[in-house]
């Protein structure tokens, strides 16, 4: 069965930098897109970034850009968010989702926390 | 970008009655290649989001089909019938015709 399990959230400072991993399991994880989403506490879900299934484009949302990194590596079925130069605002569940045919976002992790305080 | 814009924001609910949901988004969603992205998921508490819905009214594999959708270019609604415990959590629009996607807000669903 598909599982999208996330990793890496901790408690970071602002201006430090955190990564994030998403290990994928139980399908073709080099045929799909992946989404990176947040949702901060208390708040509703925030589109953060996309990586096509073979890493040819990457996407992001105008307030990480400049800041956030998506990667994969489809040898080890892992899709990565560097996050540099972290804010306060950034503070949020980070979770990783399929893009599947139809543009529907099918699988999702069960999520990370990121929490950037002083 | 665009617009996603849900009605109401909580919808109190007697178990087994039904519950409506709106979506309305700030230009059409239908896209060049004549399909609608428009999708609906469902967030229970504590647990990460779950498609439902995709392309307006399909059903995701295992969705009860006391879900449904229905809705065309900027106008959309999801359906819970015969409400039960276990839907409780918030319901999202979410639109993935124009780039970057976009959520609703978001539309908390309780039982009264």
């Known amino acids: 069965q598909v599982q999208l399990v996330e990793s890496g959230g901790g408690v970071v400072q602002p201006g430090r930098s955190l990564r994030l991993s998403c290990a994928a399991s139980g399908f073709t994880f080099s045929s799909h897109g992946m989404h990176w989403v947040r949702q901060a506490p208390g708040k509703g879900l925030e589109w953060v970034a996309v990586i096509w299934y073979d890493g040819s484009n990457k996407y992001y949302a105008h307030s990480v850009e400049g800041r956030f990194t998506i990667s994969r590596d489809n040898s080890k079925n892992i899709l990565y968010l560097q996050m540099n130069s972290l804010r306060a605002e950034d503070t949020a569940v980070y979770y990783c989702a399929r893009w599947a045919d139809n543009r529907k976002w099918d699988y999702w992790g069960q999520g990370t926390r990121v929490t950037v305080s002083s | 970008d665009v617009v996603m814009t849900q009605t109401p924001l909580s919808s109190p609910v007697t178990l087994g009655q039904s519950a409506s949901i709106s979506c309305r988004s700030s230009q059409s969603l239908v896209h060049s290649d004549g399909n609608t992205y428009l999708s609906w998921l469902q967030q229970r508490p504590g647990q990460p989001p779950r498609l439902l819905i995709y392309k307006i009214s399909d059903r995701f594999s295992g969705v009860p089909d006391r879900f449904s959708g229905s809705g065309a270019g900027t106008d959309f609604t999801l359906e819970i019938s015969r409400v039960e415990a276990e839907d409780v959590g918030v319901y999202y629009c979410?639109?993935?015709?124009?780039?970057?996607?976009?959520f609703g807000q978001g539309t908390k669903v309780e039982i009264k």
């Open positions: 979410m639109q993935a015709t124009h780039f970057p996607q976009s």
